[in-house]
Nanobody, 122 residues
Framework: EVQLVESGGGLVQPGGSLRLSCAAS????????MSWVRQAPGKGPEWVSA????????YYADSVKGRFTISRDNAKNTVYLQMNSLKPEDTAFYYC???????????????WGQGTQVTVSS
């Protein structure tokens, strides 16, 4: 069973930092790209960042470029999101996402964690 468990959220002042973690299990973590998506209150989901399976390629939304860094440790089956210079508009639930292939019959399935709340406020 595929499971994604996020942690590391909390309340932080503007300009502060947080590091989110997403622990994955139930699939061959090192074979799949991983993403972070966030959803602010009253808004739709926003893609934040992605990293390829080997960790050599990373991608960011313009809204977080230069402030957030995605990384992964395939030995620990964990993906991280280091968030620096946080702004109030970064306030949202942050979700870890994996698209996992289950063979020709089931194909690709999307998996999400339960999310972790990030609140940026003074």
């Amino acid at each position: 069973e595929v499971q994604l468990v996020e942690s590391g959220g909390g309340l932080v002042q503007p300009g502060g930092s947080l590091r989110l973690s997403c622990a994955a299990s139930g699939f061959t973590f090192g074979s799949y790209d991983m993403s972070w998506v966030r959803q602010a209150p009253g808004k739709g989901p926003e893609w934040v960042s992605a990293i390829n399976s080997g960790g050599g390629s990373t991608y960011y939304a313009d809204s977080v470029k230069g402030r957030f860094t995605i990384s992964r440790d395939n030995a620990k089956n964990t993906v991280y999101l280091q968030m620096n210079s946080l702004k109030p508009e970064d306030t949202a639930f942050y979700y870890c996402n994996a698209k996992v292939y289950h063979g020709a019959t089931m194909g690709w399935r999307d998996y999400w964690g339960q999310g972790t709340q990030v609140t940026v406020s003074s």
